[in-house]
């Protein structure tokens, strides 16, 4: 056996785990999606009812979605631009800097539920410190219902979101900003530059590869987001906050209805798909030699 | 050399992982009823030897295990061949949980079941051994066992009933003069004097289990049916229908004359019981199972039952809301079912209920039991009246209960009635039963 062969054995148990533990459950859930099943009567085998349904006779799906993208837009946008911008602020190593990153970062580290549950308290119209401080300082106008009222639930929890993931962010535009030779930085101010075209032609174009892992990380995060939403709302008031992944596991656990959510999971899994691979090309796009 | 090190590497590697996966595969096996000998085999071995026979108990109520466990003691004591287990699962999750445990027979020798769909799921999957006849059957009120009953048989014994319906402040209610009004007319212009002395008339979670609570009491009289829900799942009936549409306005009307706290939506039932216990709130919507936290958080509170009536006083036919739950069943898959149905039987006597009802703050079903707290006796007088097996439960289609509950949140949001029970319409369109 030569080396460089065997060399692959050792992909072997990875493989099998991958096997095990994704291919295996995924094909298992493609199967599935072609029955009706309430999780304790036999299977019936329904063809392709389920993914009729999802596509032309499931309005909820529809909003799921619709919610998803209004979720994952919020986010994206605020989130890389609040990064970008605190990364340019704190990305030279000083000692407060470092103390501002740590700062910053500190909310990476909780669970969802726990974030979850510090927001649900801050948002909490009765006792919530937001409403509170907004009251004291006279701005209750500024007062708002932050996770009942269907119109602005959504937004509320992608704030939540954004708070939550910033400071991870920040450190991958901080490497990406050390990266950047101060050469350059030199050679345009001897040219003229002043510090917005230094930033357009200097600091972005450089910033842009670590942008673009920022922005499809951050959408696929913010598409797979379920414990947070599940924690703060569980998809209400009035499916205002339903995103994909909750309403498949409503779907599922409370209605009992494995077939139709293995069906919705499999469209989910094309969507983040699609996703993704708009996300590669996109990253391919801002590649810099 | 290089060779077989890395063909050693790669076995070594191997072994490593299958004995990683063979040793999680056995403790899961054994996870639930681990020390119980599964299978016919197993049991005939226990029996034979006369060695103790290991039951499971799978229910949901993570704050009963206490009290349970020290009724299983007593059983044990009693029964001593046989010890229980309890099992518990995430009420949410219950029915994913538990049905794979209950078919295969590792754990659940008895189980707890929730009237209505889950019921009717597990009857169908033939899990419940027939208790029709059984001695211990007799001791549970006849009346209140029947959620538990299909095609004339007792499947399952309901053990804890419920009154879902508003609590009241019975001090404020003193204080103002008031008393639980008969119709709608009465019912507003109650919730106007609280208003106007300061109170929350009624603190309403509608972030969470609000408007599925409320919406029994406010619908019991506009539509009498009791068959109402599988006729709106089977499409005999629509949301659209007057009685609903008026119930969802009767809600939009409680919300826009501002007798919910301020916005409801965004408060859940922790939040809400603490306004109710705090006296800042005259009613809470929930129902008679958050007495006995509402009476730890306030010692002073004296706490009644009432249900909003929303006809005129002559129509009204049913006085409040009931439900009979945490069913007590014996799997037909177990092979202890003797064992199982001596804590049943043990569960059902007089004493052990009313040790469960008096430590738990819950009503039981079982007859002549002595309740010792304030609130519980206060439930315990709506045995005697008119109350309705909570029509919520009735509905079998997870999607159509959202809709319905959805459609509240929506009135109570600002939609028009009309629209939100057309709203709610559609997504009972779109899951019609077959």
Do not use: C, F, M, W
């Given at each position: 056996m030569k080396p460089g062969k065997s060399l692959y054995l050792f992909v072997l148990p990875g493989l099998l785990i991958y096997l095990v533990f994704f291919v295996y459950p995924t094909l298992q859930g493609l199967v599935l999606s072609f029955s009706r099943w309430d999780g304790v009567s036999e299977k019936t085998w329904i063809g392709l009812d389920n993914y009729r349904r999802m596509l032309t006779g499931d309005d909820i799906f529809g909003k799921a979605f619709t919610n998803n993208l209004k979720f994952m837009l919020s986010v994206v946008v605020f989130q890389t631009f609040l990064s970008l911008t605190l990364a340019i602020l704190l990305f030279k190593n000083t000692r407060a800097n470092i103390f501002f990153r740590s700062l910053y970062f500190f909310p990476t580290i909780l669970s969802s539920v726990a974030v979850a549950f510090i927001w649900g308290f801050m948002y909490n119209p009765n006792v919530g410190v937001i409403n509170n401080v907004l009251g004291k300082a006279g701005l209750n106008v500024l007062a708002h219902n932050w996770l009942g009222d269907p119109k602005i639930a959504i937004y509320s929890i992608a704030f939540a979101q954004i708070w939550a993931h910033t400071g991870q962010m920040i450190v991958v535009f901080v490497a990406g900003l050390q990266a950047i030779p101060h050469d350059l930085y030199e050679a345009a101010h001897l040219d003229g530059a002043g510090r917005w075209q230094a930033f357009r032609n200097v600091t972005w174009p450089l910033v842009a590869p670590a942008a673009t892992i920022v922005a499809a990380y951050t959408t696929i995060q913010s598409f797979k987001a379920f414990d947070l939403i599940f924690a703060l709302t569980g998809g209400g008031p009035v499916y205002s906050t339903e995103i994909l992944s909750t309403y498949i596991y409503h779907t599922a656990f409370q209605g009992s209805e494995f077939g139709y959510a293995a069906a919705q999971s499999m469209g989910f899994m094309v969507i983040i798909a699609v996703i993704t691979f708009g996300q590669f090309k996109l990253l391919r796009g801002n590649r810099v030699y | 050399m290089k060779k077989w090190l890395n063909i050693s590497a790669f076995v070594l590697i191997l072994a490593l992982l299958l004995a990683g996966c063979g040793k999680s595969g056995s403790s899961e096996g054994g996870?639930?009823?681990?020390a119980a000998p599964s299978g016919e085999a197993g049991a005939k071995a226990s029996e034979d030897s006369g060695k103790k026979e290991k039951i499971s108990f799978v229910h949901w109520r993570g704050e009963d295990v206490k009290v349970f466990d020290e009724l299983i003691a007593e059983f044990t004591k009693q029964n001593p061949n046989i010890e229980v287990e309890q099992n518990v699962l995430p009420s949410e999750q219950y029915l994913a949980s538990a049905q794979a445990k209950l078919i295969d027979g590792t754990a659940g020798d008895v189980f707890a079941s929730f009237p209505g769909a889950q019921f009717e799921t597990f009857v169908k999957a033939n899990l419940y051994v027939d208790l029709t006849g059984a001695d211990f059957v007799s001791n549970y009120t006849d009346n209140l066992i029947q959620a538990g009953q299909k095609d004339g048989k007792?499947?399952?014994?309901?053990?804890q009933l419920v009154y879902n319906q508003p609590i009241y402040n019975k001090k404020i209610f003193e204080k103002l003069n008031l008393t639980p009004p008969k119709d709608w007319d009465g019912f507003l212009a109650l919730c106007e004097t609280l208003k106007k002395n300061g109170y929350i008339p009624i603190a309403f979670p509608g972030a969470d289990i609000g408007p599925g609570q409320f919406i029994n009491s406010m619908m019991m009289n506009n539509n009498t049916d009791e068959d109402i829900w599988n006729k709106v799942e089977t499409g005999q009936?629509?949301?659209?229908?007057?009685w609903f549409v008026k119930t969802l306005s009767q809600i939009k009307e409680l919300n826009d004359k501002g007798y919910f706290q301020p916005d409801s939506l965004g408060t859940n039932k922790d939040i809400a019981g603490s306004l109710f216990s705090q006296e800042k709130a005259a009613m809470l919507a929930t129902g008679s199972y958050m007495m006995a936290s509402n009476k730890q958080q306030n010692p002073n509170l004296e706490q009644g039952l009432l249900a909003p009536i929303t006809v005129p006083a002559d129509q009204a036919v049913f006085e409040g809301i009931h439900t009979t739950t945490f069913m007590l069943g014996v799997n037909?898959?177990?092979?202890?079912q003797d064992a199982a149905k001596k804590f049943v039987a043990f569960l059902s006597q007089k004493e052990n209920a009313e040790k469960y009802a008096n430590e738990t703050g819950q009503l039981v079903t079982v007859k002549d039991v002595q309740y010792n707290t304030p609130e519980l006796a206060e439930s315990a007088k709506w045995t005697d009246k008119h109350t309705r097996f909570q029509?919520?439960?009735?509905?079998?289609?997870a999607a159509i209960e959202k809709a319905v509950t959805s459609a509240v949140q929506n009135v109570i949001a600002g939609a028009d009635p009309a629209k939100a029970a057309a709203d709610a319409q559609k997504v009972v369109d779109q899951n019609l039963k077959k």
């Open positions: - | 996870g639930a009823s681990n007792q499947y399952a014994l309901p053990y009936a629509k949301l659209t229908d007057e037909a898959h177990s092979k202890k029509p919520r439960y009735l509905i079998t289609v």
